[in-house]
């Protein structure tokens, strides 16, 4: 579904991705573990168009979208999650959703005026269901910027879904959970693989990786250094070195 | 109602549009110091079509303000990508531009016995359309404001829609909003053209009003000001800018207390505005719980 083949970004002389070679199937869970500045996020942000790629090139469904514009990407069918979270605090929760929700609607053909100055019913009824997804249809009149932190990363995942991606990509979706947290999170990024998403998963927090990947692939100063399943990844030397150091082997 | 009256009240409706026009463009996260340009290029503009070709005012201001959303248009191609302090000194630049090549234009035809047509720096007199045809200055206090009608209710239902939540998303972060399916530079060039027009259509007033403009009148501190009511009436909704405007012109500016002290209260009042509330007195916060409010109190009386 999405293949990586020689995907490199430079920043100036800093060489943040080389040369990454990376395949992930449909339906399956990739995911994308490395220490701080291994290019984790780099990646995905390659993957959006966030930054242009310095060589190689990216494959979503046999067709190259390296040049294709950012805006676009999500009518690709590639939606994500933010590090930090990234809401629009002014604006209220309905609205975060509702304007994702225009690139389904432009898929099923709703004319340009329709789309950005109506919306139909059926969008209405999608964003209520996202709401009682992400536990807040109670909320939908609040600011986003009023929601809790967990409330935030709960809507910035159902704000990703709203546009009913192929690919999800999730940029430390546990990063400053607690282990309840995480086991509810844990528990909706397998019910999506159950619903056929694709899922690109970068994290540090090893209770939720090696508990829902397929695959696992390692990042080390931009460089990819293992991959292969989550018990064979957790016994590879190089990625031991890589996390803890020559001295602690 | 006295003709001091109507003045004041005609001039607040004109610059609210110069207001409005900077207001779109802060919402969506670009602080202008060039929206005078706008006004100044209708105000020549639908003057040049009224006074020097005899076109009627309806068809000189569509004229006038459909040049000003050209230009604005065409300034944002190269600008969109220009963040914060890059965009206002572009801006700025592109109005100093206009302000001087305005300094320079002299073009002059017989129209009746009379020559008419700009002056360069000596400005472009006799703009009568008006006077011309009788409108008194009551019915064209009430075209000022019913025009400003159109505009902010315009501006507001356009803010409930998915492109005017773009928008917003686009002044609050871009990438996210790019993310989502935005397409960030078409959705600026937009919201400076739709600036221009709103900006074009209170130059177009105004010339026609004041009958006589000069390049000197649309210097940076008229694009400071539409600025500054945008930020102190509040970024949260269209009334935003015109509650500045309110206290500007209305209040300062009429209370006589304040003679020769204006802009020293004015910029004294925008300072502390900046402090205490950045986004203004009507900022997205407020608007929230008054709409929110207005909502509740709809549902109790069903």
């Given at each position: 579904m999405l293949a990586l083949e020689g995907l490199t970004k430079h920043f100036g002389g800093v060489q943040a991705l080389q040369d990454l070679n990376l395949k992930v199937s449909k339906g399956s869970i990739m995911g994308l573990i490395g220490p701080n500045g291994s290019g984790k996020s780099t990646t995905v942000n390659l993957i959006c168009g966030v930054f242009g790629i310095t060589r190689g090139r990216i494959l979503f469904d046999g067709e190259d979208i390296s040049r294709v514009p950012t805006h676009l990407r999500l009518s690709q069918g590639i939606a994500r999650t933010f590090q930090n979270i990234r809401l629009f605090g002014q604006l209220t929760v309905w609205q975060n959703l509702w304007v994702a929700q225009n690139a389904p609607e432009q898929k099923h053909g709703e004319p340009f005026l329709r789309r950005w100055f109506g919306g139909s019913r059926r969008a209405q009824a999608q964003v209520q269901g996202l709401l009682e997804f992400a536990g807040l249809a109670h909320k939908?009149?609040?600011?986003?910027?009023?929601?809790s932190f967990g409330e935030q990363r709960r809507l910035e995942l159902a704000r990703a879904l709203a546009s009913q991606p192929k690919l999800l990509l999730l940029d430390e979706p546990a990063a400053g959970m607690n282990m309840e947290e995480i086991n509810d999170l844990k528990q909706r990024v397998l019910a999506l693989r159950a619903e056929g998403k694709t899922i690109l998963l970068v994290e540090h927090v090893m209770e939720l990786v090696m508990g829902v990947t397929d695959q696992i692939a390692v990042l080390d100063f931009g460089r990819k250094i293992a991959q292969g399943s989550p018990a064979e990844v957790q016994q590879n030397p190089q990625v031991r070195e890589a996390y803890l150091g020559t001295q602690a082997r | 109602m006295s003709d001091y009256l109507i003045g004041v009240l005609s001039n607040i409706g004109m610059i609210a549009f110069l207001a409005l026009s900077a207001y779109v463009l802060l919402v969506t996260g670009s602080i202008s110091f060039g929206q005078q340009a706008y006004f100044a290029i209708s105000a020549y503009g639908s003057g040049i079509a009224t006074a020097m070709w005899g076109w009627p005012l309806w068809l000189g201001m569509l004229w006038g303000a459909a040049l000003a959303g050209l230009a604005a248009a065409l300034v944002a191609v190269p600008t969109a990508r220009l963040h914060g302090l890059y965009f206002a000194v572009a801006t700025l630049a592109f109005a100093e531009m206009v302000r001087l090549l305005l300094q320079m234009l002299t073009w002059q035809i017989d129209v009746d016995g009379t020559l008419i047509g700009p002056m360069g720096s000596e400005g472009f007199r006799e703009i009568r359309y008006i006077y011309a045809h009788d409108i008194s200055a009551v019915q064209f206090m009430l075209l000022i404001y019913g025009l400003l009608g159109l505009v902010v209710g315009g501006l507001t239902l356009m803010e409930r829609t998915r492109l005017g939540l773009a928008l917003r998303m686009i002044g609050e972060d871009e990438i996210p909003a790019e993310a989502l399916g935005v397409n960030v530079a078409a959705c600026k060039i937009f919201a400076a053209a739709l600036s221009g027009i709103i900006a074009g259509i209170g130059g177009a007033l105004y010339a026609h009003l004041i009958t006589y403009i000069e390049?000197?009148?649309?210097?940076?501190m008229l694009g400071v000001h539409g600025l500054a009511y945008g930020l102190i009436g509040g970024l949260g909704t269209a009334v935003g800018p015109l509650l500045g405007v309110v206290l500007d012109i209305g209040f300062l500016e009429s209370?006589?207390?304040?003679?020769?002290?204006r802009m020293i209260v004015f910029g004294g009042l925008v300072a502390l505005l900046l402090i205490v509330r950045p986004r203004g007195l009507l900022d997205e916060v407020t608007v929230h719980r008054i709409v929110r409010r207005l909502i509740r109190s709809d549902h109790v009386a069903h």
């Amino acid at each position: 579904m999405l293949a990586l083949e020689g995907l490199t970004k430079h920043f100036g002389g800093v060489q943040a991705l080389q040369d990454l070679n990376l395949k992930v199937s449909k339906g399956s869970i990739m995911g994308l573990i490395g220490p701080n500045g291994s290019g984790k996020s780099t990646t995905v942000n390659l993957i959006c168009g966030v930054f242009g790629i310095t060589r190689g090139r990216i494959l979503f469904d046999g067709e190259d979208i390296s040049r294709v514009p950012t805006h676009l990407r999500l009518s690709q069918g590639i939606a994500r999650t933010f590090q930090n979270i990234r809401l629009f605090g002014q604006l209220t929760v309905w609205q975060n959703l509702w304007v994702a929700q225009n690139a389904p609607e432009q898929k099923h053909g709703e004319p340009f005026l329709r789309r950005w100055f109506g919306g139909s019913r059926r969008a209405q009824a999608q964003v209520q269901g996202l709401l009682e997804f992400a536990g807040l249809a109670h909320k939908a009149q609040e600011q986003a910027s009023n929601l809790s932190f967990g409330e935030q990363r709960r809507l910035e995942l159902a704000r990703a879904l709203a546009s009913q991606p192929k690919l999800l990509l999730l940029d430390e979706p546990a990063a400053g959970m607690n282990m309840e947290e995480i086991n509810d999170l844990k528990q909706r990024v397998l019910a999506l693989r159950a619903e056929g998403k694709t899922i690109l998963l970068v994290e540090h927090v090893m209770e939720l990786v090696m508990g829902v990947t397929d695959q696992i692939a390692v990042l080390d100063f931009g460089r990819k250094i293992a991959q292969g399943s989550p018990a064979e990844v957790q016994q590879n030397p190089q990625v031991r070195e890589a996390y803890l150091g020559t001295q602690a082997r | 109602m006295s003709d001091y009256l109507i003045g004041v009240l005609s001039n607040i409706g004109m610059i609210a549009f110069l207001a409005l026009s900077a207001y779109v463009l802060l919402v969506t996260g670009s602080i202008s110091f060039g929206q005078q340009a706008y006004f100044a290029i209708s105000a020549y503009g639908s003057g040049i079509a009224t006074a020097m070709w005899g076109w009627p005012l309806w068809l000189g201001m569509l004229w006038g303000a459909a040049l000003a959303g050209l230009a604005a248009a065409l300034v944002a191609v190269p600008t969109a990508r220009l963040h914060g302090l890059y965009f206002a000194v572009a801006t700025l630049a592109f109005a100093e531009m206009v302000r001087l090549l305005l300094q320079m234009l002299t073009w002059q035809i017989d129209v009746d016995g009379t020559l008419i047509g700009p002056m360069g720096s000596e400005g472009f007199r006799e703009i009568r359309y008006i006077y011309a045809h009788d409108i008194s200055a009551v019915q064209f206090m009430l075209l000022i404001y019913g025009l400003l009608g159109l505009v902010v209710g315009g501006l507001t239902l356009m803010e409930r829609t998915r492109l005017g939540l773009a928008l917003r998303m686009i002044g609050e972060d871009e990438i996210p909003a790019e993310a989502l399916g935005v397409n960030v530079a078409a959705c600026k060039i937009f919201a400076a053209a739709l600036s221009g027009i709103i900006a074009g259509i209170g130059g177009a007033l105004y010339a026609h009003l004041i009958t006589y403009i000069e390049p000197a009148l649309f210097n940076v501190m008229l694009g400071v000001h539409g600025l500054a009511y945008g930020l102190i009436g509040g970024l949260g909704t269209a009334v935003g800018p015109l509650l500045g405007v309110v206290l500007d012109i209305g209040f300062l500016e009429s209370v006589r207390a304040f003679a020769g002290y204006r802009m020293i209260v004015f910029g004294g009042l925008v300072a502390l505005l900046l402090i205490v509330r950045p986004r203004g007195l009507l900022d997205e916060v407020t608007v929230h719980r008054i709409v929110r409010r207005l909502i509740r109190s709809d549902h109790v009386a069903h």
